[in-house]
């Protein structure tokens, strides 16, 4: 069985930082593992993502600079380092892994990846 576990989540102040992880397990082949967040009463939305065997990393702009994505292939785990937070990166944030190669640039669509975590909630004060 395929699960994806976040941790990190908190209430932190603006500026702040933050480090969410997702453990993967029940995985036996991935091509990426990232990261989407959803706003309340807005569409989920692509943050970042790492491609599990070269470890090409791919951002948001709106987070580009300040969150890095990385991965350790040992533990099947895929973090996201969040520095300088501002209260507009209030969201659930999601762990999502796709399976099989994908087309160039369709990491940004979240429809293409196979596996979801539960979510983990990150909130910003200002």
């Known amino acids: 069985q395929v699960q994806l576990v976040e941790s990190g989540g908190a209430l932190v102040q603006a500026g702040g930082s933050l480090r969410l992880s997702c453990t993967a397990s029940g995985i036996t082949r991935v091509t990426a593992l990232g990261w989407f967040r959803q706003a309340p009463g807005k569409e989920r939305a692509f943050v970042a993502t790492v491609m599990w065997d070269d470890g090409t990393t791919y951002y948001a702009d709106s987070v580009k600079g300040r969150f890095t994505i990385s991965r350790d292939k040992a533990k099947n785990m895929v973090s996201l380092q969040m520095n300088s937070l501002k209260p507009e990166d209030t969201a659930v944030y999601f762990c999502?892994?796709?399976?099989?190669?994908?087309?160039?640039?369709?990491?940004?669509?979240?429809?293409?990846?196979?596996?979801w975590g539960q979510g983990t909630q990150v909130t910003v004060s200002s």
């Open positions: 999502a892994g796709r399976k099989n190669p994908m087309f160039p640039n369709s990491y940004m669509n979240d429809y293409v990846y196979d596996y």
